[in-house]
């Protein structure tokens, strides 16, 4: 809208599809490719099979689909809970306090993912909290990775919240329990559900700290992809790749809808 001239409009628009084309579109489309591909020896592919899906379905890949959505909504929900909670909580505090503590949920992010893998499997190797081959410390290195973006959400969603709705349930003699519950948590709602799409989305293409972390038998995902590409199975890595996408859209689209119902958006 900000520029007037057809050819200018027709011009940024065909910008816009190239760059969304080449970086995004493109590698998604040799994914799908590769997952697809008998023998790929020019430029397109010879011949296309469905035998790396096969395969992958037949292996592991159930498995693996089962750690990631556990993992994911395990974390998700921990890290819904705690950051709408900590948003809440310094709500009510000075705005010097308030934003001195939401650091503090930040700096994990700000972490390379490795890093926290790494301290979390020192940390937790030893007695008197041994966590070091278990499913545990998968969901702590989750949800520690994703918890910061849960409340920068709803930090976001409280700031855009009129507090006219409290004040005027609290004149009405409403006590703190129900007033979070009533009036908050569902005006609030949209902000959750969007918290807990990305939190989730960004759970199950984890690699970095849980490739460090996971124990035998509780294999994700993305680690399952790197073990493959690392081996040099480039085909069945794609197949996976794709089934890896497909799980994740299917379940946000899922959630999405949830919150599109109770909302009546």
Known sequence: MLVWPRSGRIAIWAIFALLFGVLFLAPLAVILLSSLTGQWNGVLP???????????????????????????????????????????????????????????FFI????????????????????????????????????????????????AGLARLSPDFEQVASSLGARPAYRLWHVTLPLLAPYLAAAFGLTFALSMGELGATVMVY?????????????????????????????????????????????RRATGS
Do not use: C
């Not at 035998?51 to 498995?63: C, F, K, M, R, T």
């Not at 972490?111 to 030893?126: D, E, M, R």
């Open 215 to 259: 124990p035998p038998g509780w294999v994700t995902l993305p680690v399952s992809i790197f073990s493959l590409t690392d081996r040099g199975d480039i085909f069945a890595g794609a197949a996976l790749s794709m089934i890896l996408v497909a799980a994740t859209l299917v379940l946000l689209l899922g959630l999405e809808r949830i919150t």
């Open 46 to 104: 010879s011949s296309l099979t469905l035998e790396h899906y096969s395969d992958v379905v037949q292996g592991s890949a159930g498995d693996s689909v089962k750690a990631s959505l556990v993992t994911g909504f395990a974390a998700s929900a921990l890290a819904l809970v705690s950051g709408a909670w900590a948003a809440l909580a310094l709500r009510v505090q000075g705005a010097t306090m308030e934003r001195l503590l939401g650091l503090l």
């Open 108 to 155: 994990p992010s700000a972490v390379p993912s490795v890093s926290v893998g790494l301290g979390l499997l020192v940390a937790f190797s030893n007695p008197p909290l041994l966590l070091n081959g278990t499913v545990a410390i998968v969901m702590v290195a989750h949800f520690v990775l994703i918890s910061a973006f849960t409340f920068g959400n709803v930090s």
